[in-house]
C-alpha cells in the first residue's frame, strides 16, 4: 500500500465506504474506489475476477474514527456483524473486557462488557437503526426487551460465570441499545438508547449518565455473581 500525501476527503470516503458495502465487502481493484480505501487505511486483498476485498473492516472503521471521520457515515459500511463488532472493538480499546453474543438458555447478549477498575457492566443490544426509527413506542419496547435480557443473563449467572469473564468482573450491569442513526436517544423502559456518535460520550461518562436517571427501574442491575 502506497503511502498517502494526505488523508482523503471525508465525502469522497464516505461514497467509497457505501460502494464497498453494496458490493459485500469488495471493490474493482485499481479503480477510484479501490485507492481512496487504500489511501485511508483500509487493507484491501485480491479477490476473485479483478475484485478487491476487506480484510477486517470493523478494525479498519474504527481506526478512521480515530483519525476524525464521522463514525455514524464510517458505520455505514458495515453490515450487522461488523457493526457489532466495531462496538467490541471499541470498547476493548477503551479497557474493557468484552465478549460477543455471550448466550444463556435460549437468550443473546450481542455485546457484554465489564470494566475492571469500576466494576462497571454494559449488556448492548446493537441495532443497524437508519433515521426513520422515531416510533417511540417501538424504541420503548426494545428497550424495555433488552433490559428484560440483562436481568435474565444476571439471574443466570452461575451457569456463565466460570466461562464469561465480563460476568466475573462486573459488579453492576447497566442494559443499553446502540443505533446506527440518531434516531432518539435517552433512557426508555429501563435500558438507555445510544446513538454511536455518542458512544465514546456514554462510555467515557457512564458514571454520570447513570447517576443523572432518578427513575424506575433504576439504571443499575445488581451481578450476585461477581467476584
Known amino acids: 500500500m502506497r503511502t498517502p500525501l494526505r488523508l482523503p476527503d471525508p465525502q469522497s470516503l464516505y461514497s467509497a465506504l457505501r460502494t464497498l458495502r453494496e458490493g459485500g465487502g469488495c471493490v474493482k481493484e485499481s479503480s477510484p474506489e479501490a485507492t481512496l480505501l487504500e489511501d485511508a487505511g483500509i487493507r484491501l486483498t485480491p479477490g476473485l475476477g479483478g475484485w478487491v476485498c476487506a480484510q477486517s473492516l470493523a478494525e479498519d472503521a474504527l481506526r478512521l474514527a480515530e483519525k476524525g471521520y464521522d463514525v455514524e457515515r464510517v458505520a455505514e459500511a458495515l453490515d450487522w456483524r461488523g457493526f457489532e463488532e466495531?462496538?467490541?472493538?471499541?470498547?476493548?480499546?477503551?479497557?474493557?473486557?468484552?465478549?460477543?453474543?455471550l448466550r444463556f438458555g435460549r437468550r443473546e447478549v450481542d455485546v457484554v462488557a465489564a470494566?475492571?477498575?469500576?466494576?462497571?457492566?454494559?449488556?448492548?443490544?446493537?441495532?443497524?437503526?437508519?433515521?426513520?426509527?422515531?416510533?417511540?413506542?417501538?424504541?420503548?419496547?426494545?428497550?424495555?426487551?433488552?433490559?428484560?435480557?440483562?436481568?435474565e443473563m444476571?439471574?443466570?449467572?452461575?451457569?456463565?460465570?466460570?466461562?464469561?469473564?465480563?460476568?466475573?468482573?462486573?459488579?453492576?450491569?447497566v442494559s443499553a441499545v446502540v443505533t446506527l442513526k440518531e434516531s432518539v436517544r435517552g433512557y426508555f423502559g429501563g435500558s438507555f438508547i445510544v446513538p454511536i456518535y455518542y458512544l465514546r460520550d456514554f462510555v467515557n461518562n457512564l458514571e454520570t449518565y447513570v447517576q443523572l436517571e432518578d427513575t424506575d427501574p433504576e439504571p443499575l442491575i445488581k451481578n450476585p455473581c461477581a467476584r
Open 86 to 101: 466495531l462496538l467490541a472493538r471499541y470498547l476493548e480499546a477503551s479497557g474493557w473486557v468484552v465478549e460477543r453474543n
Open 154 to 173: 444476571l439471574k443466570a449467572c452461575r451457569g456463565l460465570v466460570s466461562k464469561h469473564p465480563p460476568i466475573r468482573i462486573g459488579k453492576v450491569f
Open 115 to 151: 470494566h475492571p477498575i469500576s466494576g462497571l457492566g454494559l449488556s448492548i443490544d446493537c441495532k443497524r437503526w437508519g433515521g426513520k426509527w422515531r416510533k417511540t413506542h417501538r424504541i420503548r419496547e426494545v428497550a424495555a426487551e433488552q433490559r428484560r435480557r440483562t436481568e
